[in-house]
C-alpha cells in the first residue's frame, strides 16, 4: 500500500478519535517537579508560601494543590536531593497546569534525584515475574548500543552475525527465536521492520529496558513462553526540550541521534519527534581459527589475518507522535508515523568461511501506529490500554555478481589444466546460488488491547486480546520461473486470549499473578496455485507469586505450560537472511519453573549491597531451532563454509541451570556489578524414529553459550576542572565459555574457542548539564569474540561522543 494510501485513513483515525477535553471548574495548581534534563523528582514537599496548602510529588513527581486563592502565589519546592526553589504564578483560572524546574545539590548527581525510577525498579522485579529492569541513564552519555547495554544484562546474550547491523537473535538462558518476545513499547518490534530495531535505537531514546524470562505481564501476553524484552522509550513531558548526540570511532563508524519534546501546558497537547543516522564500514580485522582462506586445491588454511571487506551498514529513521497527555479523556492519546530505510552489504553466508562481493539488500518501512491509554475509565478502577499499529515493509536483495573471492581481497582461484584461474560460477549464478534479484513486501497489523478492572483494593482482573496478521509478497526480479514468484501471497494469523488475576494479600506481603492464555494460528501459503492453509490451537496457562519474608528479603516463583506459534520468516524463509523456508514448522511447547529471591543484604547512608538469583528448569517439545542445511555438519573441515539455515523442530530439550546478581553502591560515587548464568541445555530424544538409540541423546544443544559473566565498575568524581561539574570513569568485562558449534566436534575444529573482553570509558558533564563528553575503548586487549557458527565480532575499538541540550524551556 502507497503512502498517499494512508492519507485518508490517518484523518479518519484522528476525527473519529479526537475528544474535547472538558476541564472541571477547581482553583487547583498541579503539574510536575523535575529537574533541568527533565528527570522526575519524587517526595518532594509543594507548598503555597504563607498558607497551609501543600502537597507531596508521586514517583513520577507529579503533585497537586487544591484550593490555591487566586492572585500572585509563591509556590515553594523542598527536597533532600534539591536547591530549595521558589517559583511566582498568579492564579487567575480555576486549573493550572505548573511544572516547576529545580536543580540538583551540589554534592549530589544526577544519579541522587532517581527515586522514582527506582522504586519503579524494584517494584518490577519483586512483583513475582523474573524481571530484570536496565536502566539507560548512564549508557545513554556514552557510546553504547543497546544490544552491547542489553547483552551485559543477568542471563542475556545477544547472538549477533558480525558487527554493527548484522542478523541479530536473542538468547535468555537458552531460549531464544520464537520463543523470546522483543517490544518497543509493548509492540513487537518486528512491526516495524529491520531498519528499526535494538541495534539503531540509541539508549538516549530510551527510557529503561524491561527483560522477562519465562512468565510475562498482562499487557505483553503474548505467543512467547522463553520470556520478553520491552523497550520503553522516553515520554515523560515534563520539560520541553531538544537533545543531540553525535559520535564517531573505529572502522569508520558514525552515529547521531536527535529528540525533541513539546508539551502545551494548557491543552496537553504533545508532540514527541526522533531521529537516528548510522554508517559503518564494518572493516575490522578477522584472525584465529575462523579467519579461514580457500586456497587453489579448495581445501580452507585457518589463522590468518584479513580486514573485512563488503560489510558497509547504514540507517537513518524518524519517529513522530502526535497527541495529548494528561487530559481528562486520556492519560496518553498519540498517533504516530516511523519512516526508516537501511542498506546493508552482506559480506557471508552462515559462517564466514566464503566471503561474498556484491550481494546486499535494502529496507524501507512505513509503520503508523494509534496509541492509548487511560485509567479510571468511565467508573473508578478500569483503566483501558490500546496499542495498533499498521506496518508496510520493503525488502530488496540483490546477488549477481559471479566472481569469488577470498578475504584478502583477491579473487579466487582453483587449478583448471594445471593453471591456476580465477574462479568465476558459471552464467546465472551469484555469490549465494543462483542470481537474485528479489523484491518482498510484507504487510502487518498487530493489534494488543488490554482491560482492566480493580475489582477490591489491591485484586485486579484483565482481559487481553492480541492480534497480528502478516502478508508476504514477493517476485524475483530475473527469474520468472523461480519459486518466490509461483509462491506468491503468504499469510499468517494469529489470535492470542488472554486473562489474568492480580492479587496483593496479607500485608501486601504476597503478591500472585494467574493467567491463562488460548492461541489461534493459521498460515496460508500459495503453493503453484494450490493454496494450503494450516491452523492450530492451543491452550497456555502460568502463575507468578512473589513473597516478602523479611525486610528487604523477597522470594520470587513462576510457572508457565504454553506453546509457542513458529514466526513468519521462520516458516517462510527469509533470503536476506540465508534463511530456507520450512512449511513443515509446527508450534513448540514449553513447561518453564522459575525460583529466586532478591534481598537487600546492606543499606545505610553510605552502603548498599544487592543480592539476587535465581534457578531454572525448562521442558521443550518440538523446539524450534536453527539449523545449517549445507551439509551434515559434524566437524568436519569441509563442512566450515555453510551459506544456508533453516528451522526446524528438534524434539524433546530440558534446560537447567541458575543465574545471579550483585551489586554494591558507595556513598552513590561508586557502583559494582557482578552477574553470571550457568545453565545445561540438552537433547532428551532418546530414540530415533526407527527406535535406535539416538546418538545426540543427553548432548549438550549446540552453537549456545551456557556459562557466562559480566561484570562493571563506576566511580564518580565531583567538581573536577569545575565546580559542579561530574566525571565518571567505566570499566567493564565480560566471559564466555567455550562451546561447541556443532554436534560432534572431537577435535575441536568448530568450537568456539573462550571469549574475554574489558572496555573501558569516561564520561564529563558540564556543571549546567547541558554538554556530556565521553571516551569508550571497547576490548581494549582485543580478545577475540564471536557468536553464531564461529562469526568474529569487532576487536578493539575506540569510540567519542558529544551529547548537548539544545535548548529547554517550559510553557508556564
Aim: positive net charge; glycine residues 8%.
Amino acid at each position: 500500500m502507497k503512502l498517499r494510501e494512508f492519507i485518508p485513513y490517518t484523518l479518519i483515525c484522528l476525527l473519529t478519535s479526537l475528544s474535547i477535553a472538558v476541564f472541571g471548574q477547581q482553583s487547583v495548581v498541579k503539574g510536575k517537579v523535575h529537574i533541568e534534563s527533565g528527570e522526575p523528582v519524587s517526595h518532594a514537599t509543594i507548598r503555597v508560601k504563607g498558607t497551609d496548602i501543600s502537597s507531596m510529588s508521586d514517583k513520577e513527581g507529579r503533585y497537586s494543590l487544591n484550593n490555591v486563592p487566586y492572585g500572585s502565589q509563591e509556590i515553594q519546592v523542598t527536597a533532600i536531593e534539591i536547591k530549595p526553589t521558589t517559583v511566582r504564578l498568579k492564579v487567575d483560572k480555576p486549573t493550572h497546569n505548573f511544572s516547576i524546574a529545580v536543580s540538583a545539590t551540589g554534592d549530589v548527581a544526577l544519579e541522587g534525584v532517581e527515586v522514582s525510577r527506582m522504586t519503579e525498579k524494584k517494584q518490577m522485579e519483586t512483583s513475582g515475574f523474573a524481571v530484570a529492569v536496565i536502566e539507560t541513564k548512564e549508557a545513554s552519555l556514552r557510546n553504547l548500543t543497546t544490544n552491547e547495554l542489553l547483552d551485559r544484562a543477568v542471563g542475556v546474550r545477544v547472538r549477533q552475525n558480525g558487527g554493527i547491523g548484522s542478523q541479530i537473535e536473542y538468547n535468555l538462558n537458552g531460549m531464544s527465536g520464537s520463543a523470546v518476545g522483543i517490544f518497543l513499547d509493548g509492540t513487537p518490534i518486528s512491526t516495524f521492520g529491520s531498519s528499526f530495531n535494538l541495534n539503531n535505537i540509541p539508549p538516549a531514546m530510551i527510557e529503561r529496558i524491561e527483560v522477562y524470562k519465562g512468565v510475562l505481564p498482562s499487557h505483553l501476553t503474548g505467543d512467547y513462553v522463553g520470556g520478553a524484552i520491552n523497550v520503553i522509550m522516553k515520554k515523560d513531558a515534563s520539560a520541553n526540550n531538544i537533545t543531540a548526540a553525535i559520535s564517531y570511532g573505529s572502522f569508520n563508524t558514525f552515529q547521531s541521534d536527535l529528540s525533541a519534546l513539546y508539551r502545551d501546558q494548557k491543552t496537553g497537547f504533545t508532540s514527541r519527534v526522533s531521529g537516528f543516522y548510522t554508517y559503518t564500514d564494518n572493516n575490522y580485522e578477522m584472525w584465529g581459527k575462523f579467519a579461514m582462506k580457500t586456497e587453489n586445491d579448495l581445501t580452507l588454511t585457518r589463522y590468518n589475518r584479513f580486514k573485512r571487506f563488503n560489510n558497509m551498514y547504514k540507517s537513518v529513521g524518524g519517529r513522530f507522535e502526535l497527541g495529548f497527555t494528561d487530559v481528562k479523556w486520556a492519560d496518553q492519546f498519540f498517533l504516530g508515523y516511523n519512516i526508516s530505510d537501511t542498506y546493508r552489504d552482506i559480506p557471508h553466508g552462515t559462517t564466514m568461511a566464503q566471503p561474498y562481493v556484491g550481494r546486499f539488500n535494502e529496507y524501507q518501512a512505513h509503520v503508523f501506529s494509534l496509541n492509548y491509554n487511560k485509567a479510571n475509565l468511565l467508573i473508578d478502577g478500569l483503566a483501558l490500554n490500546v496499542n495498533a499499529v499498521y506496518s508496510n515493509r520493503n525488502t530488496y536483495l540483490q546477488d549477481t555478481a559471479r566472481t569469488m573471492y577470498n578475504w584478502d581481497g583477491t579473487p579466487m582461484t582453483r587449478i583448471f589444466n594445471g593453471v591456476p584461474t580465477p574462479w568465476v560460477k558459471r552464467s546465472g549464478q551469484g555469490q549465494q546460488g543462483d542470481a537474485t534479484i528479489t523484491n518482498i513486501d510484507r504487510k502487518i497489523v498487530n493489534a494488543r488491547t488490554n482491560l482492566s478492572y480493580t475489582i477490591a483494593r489491591k485484586h485486579r482482573l484483565s482481559v487481553n486480546h492480541n492480534l497480528n496478521t502478516a502478508r508476504l509478497d514477493g517476485e524475483d526480479l530475473i527469474n520468472p520461473n523461480a519459486a518466490i514468484n509461483l509462491t506468491n501471497d503468504r499469510r499468517t494469523t494469529t489470535n492470542i486470549f488472554g486473562f489474568n488475576y492480580e492479587a496483593q494479600t496479607f500485608g501486601d506481603k504476597l503478591r500472585t499473578n494467574l493467567l491463562a492464555k488460548y492461541t489461534i494460528n493459521s498460515n496460508q501459503y500459495n503453493n503453484r496455485g494450490q493454496v494450503t492453509t494450516l491452523t492450530n490451537s492451543n491452550p497456555g496457562y502460568g502463575a507468578t507469586v512473589s513473597y516478602n519474608v523479611v525486610p528487604k528479603l523477597y522470594v520470587i516463583a513462576s510457572t508457565e505450560n504454553s506453546f509457542i506459534s513458529p514466526r513468519d520468516e521462520q516458516i517462510f524463509g527469509s533470503p536476506e537472511n540465508n534463511i530456507l523456508e520450512n512449511l513443515d514448522l509446527k508450534p513448540e511447547r514449553n513447561v518453564n519453573y522459575n525460583v529466586g529471591f532478591r534481598y537487600v543484604a546492606l543499606e545505610g547512608e553510605n552502603n548498599r549491597l544487592a543480592l539476587y538469583t535465581s534457578a531454572f528448569w525448562r521442558n521443550g517439545y518440538d523446539k524450534i531451532v536453527v539449523q545449517p542445511v549445507d551439509s551434515v555438519i559434524v566437524g568436519r573441515e569441509s563442512d566450515a563454509n555453510i551459506e544456508t539455515s533453516k528451522f526446524i523442530n528438534l524434539g524433546r530439550t530440558q534446560s537447567r541451570g541458575f543465574e545471579a546478581e550483585i551489586t554494591y553502591v558507595y556513598k552513590n560515587k561508586l557502583n559494582v556489578l557482578f552477574n553470571l548464568s550457568r545453565f545445561n541445555s540438552l537433547m532428551k530424544v532418546e530414540f530415533d524414529k526407527n527406535g535406535a538409540p539416538y546418538r545426540f541423546y543427553n548432548m549438550q544443544l549446540p552453537n549456545e553459550p551456557y556459562f557466562m559473566f559480566n561484570s562493571s565498575l563506576q566511580y564518580r568524581i565531583d567538581n573536577l576542572i569545575q565546580r559542579k561539574s561530574t566525571f565518571n570513569v567505566f570499566y567493564s568485562s565480560g566471559y564466555v565459555a567455550p562451546f561447541q558449534t556443532v554436534w560432534i566436534d572431537s577435535d575441536g575444529w568448530f568450537t568456539t574457542p573462550t571469549q574475554f573482553y574489558h572496555d573501558i570509558g569516561g564520561s564529563y558533564r558540564t556543571p549546567n548539564g547541558r554538554i556530556i563528553v565521553s571516551l569508550d575503548l571497547k576490548n581494549i586487549t582485543n580478545a577475540e569474540v564471536y557468536d553464531n557458527f564461529g562469526v568474529q565480532k569487532p576487536g578493539r575499538g575506540v569510540y567519542l561522543k558529544l551529547n548537548y541540550m539544545i535548548n529547554n524551556f517550559n510553557r508556564k
